[in-house]
């Protein structure tokens, strides 16, 4: 940020991010996506300088991170440096110039780093890993259900098409409104012509335009975005910190009384809103961590917004930026962390895992059918295959599975007694019910 924009821009960038709740949420937790942000973040960095002094040395220290950021989250990161890099040239009509990107020493670097771990696996592993890792998980979340000659996808087109577009301004909370203030200076300044803000601009709209066609989609694959409009925010945030304050005219009085009543109008209609499960799912949580109920969290978020209110109506942006980063510090240092142990111990399956553990002691067969649910497999205690055919399931096995594979399961003829039942995260964000089911025996069926 401040080899682009400068030390102050890229210092207050630098603090812009830290106070995102969505990248630090993420941070806090053992998982790739943000060690990808930082990593594809120092090749975009360098491509830009290649691009900006032409050195080589910046081509291949380029290829280089790229290679790194392959290497900890896989082929998602080679997509969106290209989508990035690809379209700030298209922008500025100088595709010819990409082949010049590829340095030998930085195309080696990224085929040690990037590609190295994928021919090891593939030397061990062979067609299970082509089956399992390419084709069921990076396949399946491009083409859906295609890949198993099916639907595309159950859920309707504009779902797909406005899924992220939608999420990005979410994502960046709660310094989403600096963004759209600094693009609309930028369209009305002429801005757009500053080649290091068209770099930003395809920067963050790339994970948007890279995820958009999968058929399954999470809101943090959006995180890569969040660099570029901390630094697409910065010059604006530190004009805004430096003006005087002064109250405004009578015109934005009536558009910030305006916008403040259409902002209750929201807050009553909340739980009318459509919201996803898991959204619903968030509030119902943070509803029950609120130390004196529901009620005290909404008069504590009407002072704060009342807070906002006087330092908007007055154009006192300094103690206005104060006042959200404390409170977004507040919300991710108390509020955010107490969230989500409520989340967990509400979501997690280990109790269910345990039970069915001490009901099917081994030699006792026990396998789940369809999917592997994680969240159960790791407190039961020893290995649990998988199956998947029919052929499989012998009379007297336990067997555990989602509520819908149970469904249908039984829908297909398949004998079998409900045993135990319990609700919580399926995966990664899917909650729901899993399933114990016993195979019936012949003796059973008499």
């Not at 595709?95 to 080696?108: E, F, I, K, S």
């Not at 062979?126 to 996808?153: D, K, P």
């Not at 789940?368 to 012998?394: Q, S």
């Amino acid at each position: 940020g401040a080899d682009l924009l400068g030390a102050p821009a890229g210092l207050a960038a630098a603090a812009l991010l830290a106070t995102t709740p969505a990248l630090f949420t993420h941070a806090r937790v053992a998982r790739p996506d943000v060690l990808l942000v930082l990593l594809l973040s120092l090749a975009l960095g360098r491509a830009f300088r290649w691009w900006r002094d032409g050195e080589r040395r910046d081509a291949t220290a380029a290829l280089v991170w790229l290679g790194a950021a392959t290497f900890a989250k896989g082929p998602v990161a080679p997509v969106l440096f290209a989508l990035t890099l690809g379209a700030f040239l298209a922008w500025q009509g100088e595709l010819r110039r990409l082949p010049r990107l590829v340095t030998a020493p930085g195309l080696a670097a990224f085929a040690v780093l990037g590609l190295g771990w994928y021919a090891a696996a593939l030397a061990g592993w062979g067609r299970e890993f082509v089956h399992a890792h390419l084709v069921g998980r990076y396949l399946r979340n491009l083409a859906g259900g295609l890949a198993a000659g099916g639907a595309y996808s159950p859920k309707p087109l504009a779902y797909h098409l406005l899924f992220y577009a939608k999420h990005l301004p979410a994502i960046a909370l709660p310094w989403t409104p600096f963004a759209v203030l600094a693009l609309w200076q930028a369209w009305r300044t002429g801005g757009f012509r500053d080649p290091r803000l068209r770099f930003l601009v395809c920067w963050a709209a790339a994970p948007v335009v890279a995820f958009t066609p999968a058929e399954w989609k999470l809101r943090y694959y959006l995180l890569p975005s969040l660099p570029a409009l901390a630094l697409v925010m910065a010059p604006a945030v530190l004009r805004l910190a430096a003006e005087p304050a002064g109250r405004l005219s009578s015109r934005g009085l009536a558009a910030l009384a305006a916008g403040a009543a259409g902002l209750v109008a929201l807050a009553v209609a909340a739980r009318s809103l459509p919201l996803s499960p898991s959204d619903r799912s968030t509030l119902d949580a943070l509803a029950g961590i609120a130390p004196a109920g529901p009620s005290a969290a909404i008069a504590g978020i009407g002072f704060v917004a009342g807070l906002l209110l006087v330092a908007l109506a007055w154009r006192a942006w300094a103690p206005l930026l104060a006042l959200v980063a404390t409170a977004t510090i507040l919300w991710m240092a108390v509020a955010q962390p107490a969230l989500e142990v409520a989340i967990s111990q509400r979501d997690s399956l280990k109790s269910f895992a345990r039970t069915v553990a001490a009901r099917y002691p081994p030699p006792a067969q026990l396998a789940f059918w369809g999917d592997t649910i994680r969240a159960v497999a790791v407190y039961v205690g020893r290995p649990m295959p998988t199956f998947r055919r029919r052929e499989d399931l012998a009379p007297g096995l336990a067997l555990v599975a989602s509520e819908p594979a149970v469904r249908d399961l039984l829908g297909a003829g398949v004998v079998g007694f409900p045993m135990l039942s319990a609700e919580g995260r399926l995966g990664n964000v899917a909650r729901g019910r899993v399933v114990l089911l016993e195979i019936a025996t012949g003796r059973d069926l008499d």
